[in-house]
């Protein structure tokens, strides 16, 4: 029997209901849908668009649908709702698909899953919001909270909060880049050979492009390319998928040949095995998680790379000095549990499924996890705190905190030796401490502080 296709939309709308009924995450319910899906590669980047896309506009979506739907979204089966925001938002921040197209496709598959009057009734709502689209016109000049979040499609709170630590055009730029595609980028694995070798190697198969990132040392960004994971580089262990951000972290720490590190929240591994990779596979590494299952994954990443100094241990961080004496470490990186504001590009429902109420509870477990390791540190040792978001409070407040009641750390001041110019001129860099916003690079919002014991 020849196999059913399925087109790009009705991948997109089967995700989009797996988020809204099941709290799937959409990132990795997306990449399930795909790699199942058989679909072309245009196709697969289409569904990718309307996923990430109808998530990220959701509240503004909704208040164009609630004024179109006689009443409301919510009075629609959840695939219809899901229906008419996918359609919306292809008719408003699509130029690139004609108008009558989306309209006849949504009503198809409004046809192929529901009855006549369904489908009349998405055919309805669309063609009305095309004869009435200057209604839902939203002003460059927002007077209001609520107008701004509509324009960027933020929650109120996340906007309000975000202009109280770096001000309104800040504010702007960074949530604007929210919606544009996240970059697909990968870290060399420098133990088998260099990234200048990497990328000439890349350049050769046809794969896609291959260009240095100007923000990590080691990373390079993959244009108009697929998913790295299915190439024989990602195979081989020459490379790790990894954001150019995240990259930055271990750089930062900067263990040497020969140390004893401690990673406290490891899994999945791409930190661990960048810190194996900086030693050169020389020393030892245990990489902590509180959940058994996790650990599997550091395994099977430092195997493909040819890593053999990470030693896995299963245990809660904010119970670690129950297993080592004080001063058993060289180096300490702390890559804390947050809100993960800053990979709202890669995970659009986290500015939906977050209330600023819940960034306290992280506070206090971020708080735990500094006091907890912190005797473990050895005399002249660093310790990274890192995050990626951008809210202060689990970030620059958290460590200068810390500091005040730890007189024998400070805040390392030759932690900007290790930044590269672009970074220093684009990112919010102090004393010991580096902010990134997700517009710098068109990467990851990430938190990075350098912290060094005294003696």
């Known amino acids: 029997m020849m196999k059913k296709t399925v087109s790009a939309r009705d991948i997109a709308l089967d995700v989009l209901l797996q988020v809204e009924q099941h709290q799937a995450y959409s990132n990795l319910a997306l990449n399930q849908a795909l790699h199942q899906s058989g679909l072309e590669d245009r196709d697969k980047r289409l569904a990718t668009e309307l996923i990430y896309g109808t998530i990220g506009r959701l509240n503004t979506l909704d208040w164009i649908g609630n004024r179109l739907v006689k009443k409301g979204l919510r009075s629609l089966e959840p695939w219809v709702r899901q229906l008419v925001r996918m359609s919306l938002y292809q008719l408003r921040y699509l130029d690139k698909i004609p108008e009558r197209a ?24 669309l063609r009305s ?8 016109q939203l002003s460059a000049q927002p007077a209001s909270l609520k107008e701004k979040a509509l324009l960027l499609s933020h929650p109120e709170w996340m906007v309000k909060r975000m202009e109280q630590a770096y001000g309104p055009e800040e504010t702007e730029r960074a949530l604007q880049s929210n919606h544009l595609p996240p970059k697909v980028s990968v870290r060399v694995n420098t133990l088998k050979l260099d990234r200048a070798a990497f990328t000439e190697q890349w350049n050769q198969t046809g794969l896609g492009e291959a260009i240095v990132s100007p923000l990590a040392p080691d990373g390079v960004i993959i244009e108009r390319g697929g998913n790295p994971a299915y190439t024989s580089f990602f195979r081989e262990g020459l490379c790790t998928i990894q954001d150019e951000s995240s ?57 493909r790379l040819g890593i053999t100094i990470i030693a896995e241990r299963q245990a809660d961080g904010r119970q670690v000095g129950a297993y080592w004496p004080a001063d058993s470490f060289d180096a300490i990186l702390l890559d804390a549990p947050c809100s993960g504001l800053g990979v709202i590009r890669r995970k659009p429902d986290i500015k939906w499924s977050k209330e600023a109420r819940a960034i306290d509870s992280l506070v206090q477990l ?33 460590v200068l905190a810390f500091t005040e009641r730890h007189p024998e750390f ?46």
């Open 366 to 398: 971020q708080r735990e996890l500094l006091e907890e390791v912190a005797p473990l540190l050895k005399p002249g040792g660093v310790l990274v705190y890192s995050t990626c978001t951008w809210e202060p409070r689990e970030n620059k407040e958290q």
């Open 410 to 455: 400070e805040l390392d001041p030759e932690m900007g030796k290790s930044l590269t110019p672009e970074v220093k001129e684009r990112a919010i860099v102090e004393e010991g401490w580096l902010q990134l916003l997700p517009h710098h690079f068109g990467s990851d919002g990430f938190f990075m502080s350098r912290l060094k014991k005294k003696g």
């Open 129 to 136: 919001y095309l004869r009435r689209r200057g209604e839902f």
């Open 102 to 125: 989306a309209v006849h496709e949504a009503v198809q598959i409004a046809k192929r899953r529901g009855h006549q009057g369904i489908s009349s009734l998405v055919n309805g709502v």
């Open 247 to 303: 990259m930055l972290v271990s750089r930062i720490l900067n263990p040497q040949p020969g140390m004893r590190v401690l990673d406290v929240c490891a899994a999945p591994g791409g930190k661990t095995t960048h810190l194996a990779e900086l030693m050169q596979n020389r020393g030892s590494i245990v990489a902590c998680d509180i959940h058994e299952h996790k650990l599997e994954l550091i395994r099977a990443n430092a195997e």
